[in-house]
């Protein structure tokens, strides 16, 4: 049976339809030849974008134009429209909570509005296709803009509105200016291209959240802020995103472990593996190899555990755990990775930030380094040192096994690491972040104007 495609005319985006489809398979094919053109010739790649940038520079100078800046009014979005998750969900749901709130006006960008419409937290949102006209429109008219990833070049705040940047982790491998042009393997930017990146958001943002002095410095030179732009820019109050991590419930577990079919006498472990620079494919975008002998996990591990597989949202590629049904369970669309956290017994991953955060929870963490020389020497460097991890590093699936199964009674040596962690990289996480950023960066006249 043919299913019918949801028609995103009500969000502001395009009907489908035959024509429609194959109109936007086409521009699909010409931008996946222009990429690869783009990846080969540097020379191409700046004439390219710099034609680009300037037609849509102009477009969205026209949406201000046509749209004045209303105060009250804020826009969310969260990785780049892909879901209802992180910072900007928590900052929203602090805004619904609070009566100070009543007045103002929401708007909610994703890639798929019509998944989200029905969604009772939605009631006072209006919905935007993520890209479209009125995408743009709406940061025109939004004093207010929440999001945790970049947004597109080309919209810049205009005076008097206010560009509220979450972020989405605390670094540990290098961000932004402060990637080394040597160490640098990614497949769509140089380091020099990338440094000019972070420079620009850096620039542009108003407020940019922090969760302790070590991500406020690293934060500080990865987007290129003077010491004076540091200190009125950074809010260093700690993660929206994590005060769920501090409120959850027995009976939220029991619900989260029925959802993904996770019996009730095994343990859960979370893996979450984050994406490679140098892995891209044109057109599909950033894929991941993962060279794990799974069926030697299983064979040690399905007894007593379930893991759930979260890849990071960049990766575009899909995998396939039929032959592990019931041993992995691929939760990669889930929206928001809290869910993820407060059930698993433990995470392991490799260079992903997840790992700041799940500490909080003081549960096991290890850390799957199987590509650990290549990571540091073609991709990207560490800000720290490894060993200041709350956790084991292993390399092969024989030390996986091990570190698993001794992760119940950790050593007095882990057990003071991890206390030292918590203190240097998450102390002001507590479960109250969303009411002090709220603080901090809405105007508060705009909140008294009732």
Known sequence: MIQPQPDRRRFGGKSAGPAADLWRETKRQVKRVMTAAAKRNLAFRKVSRSAVAKKRT?????????????????????????????????????????????????????????????????????????????????????????????????????????????????PFKRLGADIAEESSANAKYTANEITLRYTREGDRLTYLLSPSGFTTEKFSSAFALSPEEAVAKIVEEGYPRNDDLFHYTDERIAEIRDEHGVPADKKVILYAPTWRDNQHVSGLGYTLKLPVDFDQLQRELADEYVILFRAHYFVANEFDFARYEGFIKNVSNVSDINDLYIVSDMLVTDYSSVFFDYATLHRPILFYMYDLEEYVRDIRGFYFDLAELPGPVVKTEVEFVSAVRAA???????????????????????????????????????????
Not at 143 to 166: G, K, L, M
Not at 413 to 433: M, N, P, S, V, W
Not at 436 to 444: G, P, S, T, Y
Request: charged share 25%.
């Open 58 to 170: 102009a477009e969205y100078a026209r949406h201000c134009r046509n749209n004045p800046i209303e105060n009250k009014t804020i826009m969310f979005e969260s990785f780049m429209g892909r879901g209802y998750s992180d910072s900007p969900k928590a900052l929203y749901r602090a805004m619904l909570a609070d009566p100070k709130y009543d007045d103002f006006t929401f708007i909610w960008a994703f890639k798929e509005p019509e998944n989200f419409e029905h969604h009772p937290e939605m009631e006072r949102a209006q919905l935007v296709l993520y890209g479209n006209p009125g995408y743009y429109a709406a940061h025109a008219r939004a004093r207010y803009w929440v999001t945790n990833s970049v947004i597109p070049a080309h919209v810049y705040p205009r005076e008097n509105q206010v560009y509220i940047q979450t972020w989405h982790g605390t």
């Open 408 to 450: 119940d009674a950790p050593t007095e040596e882990l057990q003071e690491r991890y206390k030292h962690f918590i203190a240097r990289f998450a102390h002001r996480d507590d479960g109250y972040a969303s009411q002090r950023v709220l603080e901090r960066v809405i105007d508060q006249s705009d909140v008294a104007a009732r």
